[in-house]
């Protein structure tokens, strides 16, 4: 599975030459949020804006201007109810900009960073395939392991890898707002990545989850061993423990990724709206 971000990247690697539509603002309901893209090429488009005919008039607004027409120097507005009719009813401001081979590094790192940061300690199994899964939605991976020669050679332009060891000392070091998923292949890892992470959390507030695979009983040994070292009850309710959604029984790696993946989209859609 590659995500969108790759899908861009090899077509401009490729020589293509495309238009890429950006969702500058809304008003009112509309299908997808600011920041929302797609890139239109002569004979696709990867991404989407929402579909219907706002996603059709800019398709062909974009394809008119790579077989030459007038550039499209203004962001542009779509109006979806009464011009479009659409059933959101609200107002959508695109902005078009070509874009080409020599975009591909910007538009990997200005694409990227409007992704949702997402720590994920451990290089094993179920960590191989959520940073797959990841890698399709909107996260960015910090994919971390104590471990030399763990991950993958190819990976898709949504995951970084890092080795850290000890393996907690890259808790200091991640974005503001990551969400942070646990699952070395030690207990005294996870541990020591938890401690780290409540610390941080404690000293800054700014780790929006923690999620710790394992059981319930692997939860509550860790609880005994975090109030010795003299964390709070609140701080420790902070770690969800067992992750993922409830309802998802089987044990296997792309299983438990599903889950997981849907709590963290849960975890997007409870966070407080910015000020």
């Known amino acids: 599975m590659n995500g969108l971000l790759d899908q861009l990247l090899s077509q401009l690697q490729a020589g293509r030459q495309g238009v890429l539509v950006m969702v500058h603002a809304t008003q009112g309901s509309a299908p997808r949020e600011a920041g929302t893209w797609m890139a239109v090429w002569d004979d696709a488009i990867t991404g989407t804006i929402g579909g219907g005919q706002l996603e059709f008039q800019a398709e062909q607004a974009a394809r008119s201007w790579l077989a030459g027409g007038s550039a499209i120097d203004e962001v542009r507005r779509y109006p979806l109810g009464p011009t479009l009719g659409q059933c959101c009813g609200g107002v959508v401001f695109l902005a078009y900009r070509r874009i080409g081979r020599a975009d591909a590094a910007a538009l990997r790192t200005e694409l990227g960073a409007s992704l949702n940061p997402v720590a994920l300690f451990g290089g094993g199994h179920v960590g191989a395939a959520?940073?797959?899964?990841?890698s399709t939605l909107p996260f960015k991976v910090r994919w971390i392991d104590s471990r030399d020669g763990v991950f993958p050679q190819h990976l898709p332009a949504q995951i970084e890898t890092e080795h850290s060891e000890p393996v907690h000392d890259a808790v200091a070091q991640l974005a503001a707002g990551s969400r942070v998923l646990i699952m070395s292949f030690s207990h005294a890892e996870d541990l020591d990545i938890v401690i780290a992470c409540l610390r941080r959390q404690r000293e800054r507030g700014d780790l929006p989850y923690i999620g710790l695979?394992?059981?319930?009983?692997?939860?509550?040994?860790?609880?005994?061993?975090?109030?010795?070292?003299?964390?709070?009850?609140?701080?420790?309710?902070?770690v969800t423990c067992p992750i993922g959604v409830p309802g998802i029984g089987g044990k296997e790696p792309e299983v438990i990724a599903v889950a997981v993946a849907a709590q963290l989209l849960q975890s997007l859609e409870a966070a407080p709206e910015p000020k």
Request: aromatic share 10%.
């Open 130 to 134: 959520l940073a797959r899964l990841l």
């Open 213 to 238: 695979i394992g059981s319930k009983t692997k939860w509550a040994t860790f609880r005994h061993r975090l109030e010795a070292r003299g964390f709070t009850q609140a701080e420790m309710d902070h």
